[in-house]
């Protein structure tokens, strides 16, 4: 199993109205891409100063599913919305306890 966690920090304008609007687009993709097995989407409620307002965690049966979900054009019409209301993301990729 491959696991994909990314976090977002969102710009502060319409702040919580955008990180609705991205968890709501990143759950459908789970009905329009099938390599995609499990996704799950939270919004942050800590307040600390090192963290960060969404986080993402996805799982794929390999890294080549990974790959095509990366390139799929839902995913990627999601990522361009992504990128207007973002400030930045982090990423990491591995090997779950599966493989």
Sequence with gaps: MIVHIVMFQFKEENKAKNIAKVRDRLEQLKEKIDVLKTMEVGINF??????????????????????????????????????????????????????
Excluded: W
């Design 46 to 99: 800590n307040e600390s100063e090192r963290a960060m307002d969404l986080s993402l965690y996805s799982t794929f049966e390999t890294k080549e599913e990974l790959q095509a979900y990366a390139v799929h054009p839902e995913h990627l019409k999601v990522v361009e919305l992504i990128k207007e209301v973002t400030l930045e993301s982090k990423v990491v990729d591995y090997c779950g306890a599966n493989i």
